[in-house]
């Protein structure tokens, strides 16, 4: 486990430009939650204070779990969602989750962090409420499948990992 200190401060592939909004502010975070529901994490706001979204260094972009579809020791985390209006490229946005959710048919009470449809890692609030703290899940939609990855968000960034099978 490596310090979330230590993982924010290379967190971002800042060669890709790909998915980053401009920059957080409060006001933008007060909207997000408001308009998802729920009280989103410090430790996940702090990472999008550094950079709004985009994709994560290589050293970050895979999460140790279970076996599942997508290998036997890991999920992938190569990018993660920013807070705003959706960018003229179309990159996605934690605020598109409502729609996500309803268009993949995926549980409700989960807030979108990365993904591309058939797979997902989502906070997940259906336990906590929407003022608690979320679990962090991998939701395989082609499979039917979930895992639980983390207590909390922190602690998902605390046990990301190098890519071994992405790119």
């Known amino acids: 486990m490596t310090p979330f200190e230590q993982v924010a401060g290379t967190f971002w592939d800042t060669a890709v430009s790909y998915g980053v909004l401009a920059p957080l502010t409060p006001g933008a975070v007060i909207t997000a939650e408001r308009q998802l529901g729920v009280k989103l994490p410090g430790a996940l706001v702090q990472l999008l204070q550094i950079q709004n979204g985009g994709a994560v260094a290589d050293a970050w ?24 209006p959706a960018t003229d490229t179309g990159a996605t946005t934690l605020l598109d989750t409502p729609y996500l959710v309803q268009e993949w048919d995926l549980p409700p009470g989960v ?13 997940d609030y259906r336990t906590c409420g929407t003022e608690g703290e979320p679990t962090v899940t991998w939701i395989d939609n082609e499979m039917d499948h979930e895992l639980h990855l983390a207590s909390n968000f922190r602690t998902f960034v605390e046990n990301l990992m190098p890519a071994t099978h992405l790119r």
Request: aromatic share 16%; proline share 5%; with cysteine.
């Open 61 to 84: 972009s895979e999460c140790s779990s279970e076996p599942n579809f997508y290998a036997e020791d890991c999920v992938p985390f190569d990018h993660l969602f920013g807070i705003g």
């Open 111 to 123: 807030v979108l962090l990365s993904g591309q449809g058939h797979y997902w890692v989502a906070l």
